[in-house]
């Protein structure tokens, strides 16, 4: 780790909750009542569990209301969804009660324990949730999934990009919380140097509802 990255909390460190999420959960399922908001997003989490083996574990970190967590649930995988917001997770749960949902963030350690009663982990989702991770936290982030995975492993992230060549992150207005977006290649390279090497990518074009090119990133543990 650089000496300018943060250490990551130890084991057991209560999430730091997520206010805007809270406060505008019930709008926000509301706003999105299914998992996809366009057909890129069922085909890249599509590939993405195609690569996994049958019933493996899948943590869905930052996984909102659990639409999407759920459509893997259905397809036959053991899931973990993890999110920091209270509020987002009352809802998962009210909804799917028979699934599992952690109070956590990002950082894997807070999924320990329940991962170690599912087994090993074969994929790891972060859909629109790591650009909530301020930059300079995000390569311990990266790491402790790295510490925590076997080689193998596959990971997805969704987020909005950054496409200018000369950027690689930039803070940019979410109305529910300060945000992120990424260039791909600065992401697939923090990727990288945890340990998890970039398959793919899609990128998806800005539209009227989308106003920021939207990146899918699929990596696999060496
Ligand atoms: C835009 S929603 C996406 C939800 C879900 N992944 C999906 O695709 O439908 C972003 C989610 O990330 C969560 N989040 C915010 N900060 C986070 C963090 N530091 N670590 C993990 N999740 C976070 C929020 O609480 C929220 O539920």
Redesign the pocket.
Known sequence: MSALTPDPPPPGTPPAG?PG?DALAELYDRT?PG?WQRPLDRHAVDAFADGLPRGGTIL??????G??TVELAFRGFHTIGV???AR?LQIARKRYPRRTWIAG??RYPAAEAAVREAGPVSGILA???LI??PPEELPAVLESWAAHTEPGCHVLLSFQALLEPELDVEEFPHVV?PAWRWNPSSLARALDEAGFGETWRVIVCPDDDHPYPECHLCAVRA
């Not at 869905?60 to 209301?65: A, S, Y």
Request: hydrophobic share 35%; glycine share 8%.
């Open positions: 997520q999420y999105f998992p869905d970190l930052g996984c909102g209301t639409h999407v999110d920091p917001s987002m963030d990002a859909r629109f949730s909530h991770v919380a």
